[in-house]
């Protein structure tokens, strides 16, 4: 028999324990839920006592810094599809003037100047839905330029390398240092045939796969602190006249993390908000 397992937590903790969620349970997905709250969802079956507290001591680890929701936990029937149950939270979803992202369980033919990117959303984070993602695709649509060289850091599902494929780079190196990220970027990378033109590996900055002067466009969707300590690998990654899509940085570090990457070299700083959070692209100096 298995069970879901649902707490509700604030835009700041999504990224942590959807990581918990991720790695100890089967399926990820997020949906808000009220003012300033995201719901996360993931499954386990009842006798996977050992995967259930791994998850458990993290939020309780959590919580001492911040109270977050209850960890709640609901049975689900015995007739219940429970790995199909999250397919239900998603549908299409359209934006800026092109892209249009698909789960993969649903049918749809683009239509004239549409930019279809499919993948299964419950592999890792990377939807689209949250507005972290949403805001480095806006970016992205406006900045990627044919034959571009690439750098996805923290791929997370591949989304954002399988956008920038589809408005024309010419290759992109994707790094994540989760090894189920880098499953489900291969799998996704592997549906969309895109992997002639993805160099696809677990880590992060400094790579082998990311010389010195390689890349027209760096895109790191990860955290406030990750962009803080990963700009000065970032940065000599650039060629001249690149540039660095910096998101997953909650509004109120925007100005903390806008700071270090003008300290850091980076300038002509641009700002992308959405709800309380912010993307920023910006080029070295």
């Excluded at 069970?3 to 969620?21: A, D, R």
């Excluded at 239900?88 to 979803?93: E, K, N, P, V």
Aim: aromatic fraction near 8%; include cysteine; charge should be negative.
């Amino acid at each position: 028999m298995w069970q879901e397992v649902s707490i509700s937590v604030p835009f700041e903790y999504v990224e942590p324990i959807s990581y918990l969620f991720d790695r100890y349970g089967y399926g990820l997905t997020m949906e808000d839920d009220g003012p300033e709250l995201i719901k996360l969802r993931t499954y386990l079956p009842s006798d996977a006592r050992q995967r259930f507290s791994h998850i458990e001591v993290g939020v309780n680890l959590a919580s001492l810094i911040q109270p977050l929701g209850e960890l709640t936990v609901t049975p689900l029937d015995e007739d219940a599809d429970w790995q199909n149950a999250w397919k239900a939270h998603f549908t299409l979803l359209k934006i800026g003037k092109r892209l249009v992202i698909k789960p993969s369980w649903i049918e749809y033919e683009a239509k004239d100047g549409e930019l279809l990117i499919e993948l299964d959303p419950g592999l890792a984070f990377g939807t689209g839905y949250h507005p972290t993602t949403y805001t480095c695709l806006e970016a992205m649509e406006q900045l990627v330029q044919p034959g571009m060289n690439v750098l996805d850091l923290g791929c997370g599902s591949g989304i954002l390398t399988i956008a920038a494929i589809k408005l024309g780079a010419g290759q992109v190196t994707a790094l994540d240092i989760d090894p189920q990220a880098v499953q489900a970027s291969r799998q996704n990378f592997r549906r969309t045939r895109i992997r002639e033109q993805v160099s696809l590996d677990q880590g992060s900055l400094p790579h082998k796969l990311a010389p010195a002067g390689a890349f027209d466009l760096a895109l790191a969707n990860i955290s406030a602190r990750g962009i803080r300590e990963r700009a000065p690998d970032i940065l000599p990654a650039l060629r001249p006249g690149g540039v660095l899509v910096a998101s997953g940085i909650i509004e109120e570090q925007h100005a903390e993390t806008e700071e270090a990457l003008l300290q850091t070299g980076f300038t002509d700083i641009e700002v992308w908000p959405k709800e309380d959070w912010v993307t920023l692209t910006c080029r070295p100096g």
